[in-house]
């Protein structure tokens, strides 16, 4: 197995984190104090040992990552792998059992009650997949609600709160009660909800997971649109490898309570760590996540001059389209240089799981 990969690829925003996790462990059971996970020898047994022997669950196990100004973060995994327990530990709605958490550079682990309830509503406002709205308020008194508990003034909290509605496409329906809305309706009153108090990160847990299809892509879209106007930085958990892939600018993979990959969905897809990772991803239509700077292959007499110029971060997809109408070879363009080109056999590499010239994206 190789080691997990630490996601190096450039991403949107700056690189100084706002989350910094190190070392997170979380055991849950009646014995886990007596179990002194992770100094004892249990720490390293599988789970349904340490489960058999112990009564204790890892549901996290050894995490460290940042997530970085700007980006979208998602976490991934099967059930049961330790996401939403993962991310409650960030804002200590669940106490780790051990490492360190910091956001901003200070330490989450040591601020008081105080200081942590203000942590949760103005710096790291959480979205949940039940979307908690109080039934008999309307829509606008529901995405007020936050600032009311932050003591804002009744004009200054409305008037937020429209602005917010209309953000997220409520427009209109300001006076309805939450159960005279669709879920993906709803959904978006919770989101609005969130937004109302600025937070810095939001933190979405499974928050599509019980819409149907279509709506859930609209929900993705919406999400997609409002990270683009404001570049507020998010953390995402899904079990949904297409929902991680559409949002993630990085994505870490989780398995029995670790983190088995950390990369950029192009990292993920074209790079799997191991052979669970390579399983998770074997259906994803490779095209569409690998980009044209991994595909290119250096350019030769006078291709650095002619043919159709794309984007490095321009996908297969894109560069197909772009050969097919064009007879020959697409320049990979940054900033008027040309870094390679691209041609029907390197795209037709990637599609088929071939090494490309980068070495990724070796056949599963
Ligand atoms: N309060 C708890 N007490 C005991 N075990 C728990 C508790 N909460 C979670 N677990 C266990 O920890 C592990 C990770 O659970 P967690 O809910 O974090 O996973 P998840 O990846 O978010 O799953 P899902 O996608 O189903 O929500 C599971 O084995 C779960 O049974």
């Not at 976490?75 to 051990?98: D, N, Q």
């Not at 192009?266 to 191991?274: F, K, L, M, Q």
């Amino acid at each position: 197995m190789n080691a997990p990969s630490t996601g190096t690829a450039a991403v949107p925003g700056t690189d100084s984190p706002v989350f910094a996790v190190d070392g997170l462990w979380k055991v849950f059971g009646p014995r886990r104090k007596a179990v002194r996970i992770p100094e004892s020898e249990y720490a390293s047994l599988p789970a349904a040992e340490l489960r058999e022997q112990t009564g204790c669950t890892a549901a996290v196990r050894d995490v460290t990552f940042d997530v970085r100004k700007g980006e979208v973060f998602v976490v991934m995994g099967l059930s049961g792998s330790g996401k939403s327990t993962l991310v409650r530990c960030m804002t200590r709605l669940i106490e780790p059992t051990a490492g360190s958490l910091s956001i901003d550079g200070e330490d989450v682990l040591a601020m008081d009650a105080a200081r942590l309830r203000e942590l949760r509503r103005h710096r790291a406002a959480m979205v949940f997949q039940h979307f908690g709205l109080l039934p008999h308020r309307t829509v606008l008194d529901n995405v007020a609600y936050g600032l009311e508990i932050q003591g804002v003034s009744r004009i200054d909290r409305r008037a937020k709160a429209a602005e917010m509605v209309a953000k997220v496409g409520l427009e209109g329906l300001e006076e309805r009660r939450p159960g005279q809305l669709s879920g993906g309706q709803q959904q978006r009153v919770g989101l609005a909800r969130a937004l109302a108090a600025d937070p810095e990160v939001l933190l979405f847990d499974e928050p599509f997971s019980a819409l149907d299809p279509l709506i859930r892509r609209e929900m993705q879209d919406e999400v997609a649109r409002l990270h683009h106007e404001e570049g507020r930085t998010m953390v995402f958990i899904t079990h949904d490898l297409t929902e991680a892939l559409r949002l993630g600018d990085r994505i870490a993979l989780m398995r029995d309570g670790k983190i088995v990959q950390l990369g950029t969905p192009e990292e993920i897809v074209g790079s799997p760590a191991d052979d669970y990772v390579r399983d998770f991803v074997r259906d994803v239509p490779r095209e569409q996540v690998i980009t044209v700077r991994s595909a290119m292959r250096p350019a030769v007499a006078g291709e650095a001059e002619h043919g159709p110029a794309l984007a490095p971060a321009a996908t297969v997809v894109e560069a197909i389209e772009a050969v097919a109408r064009c007879g020959g070879p697409a320049r990979v363009v940054d900033r008027g240089r040309c870094l390679g080109v691209v041609d029907d056999a390197g795209l037709l590499a990637v599609v088929a799981g071939l090494p490309t010239p980068d070495g990724r994206g070796v056949a599963a």
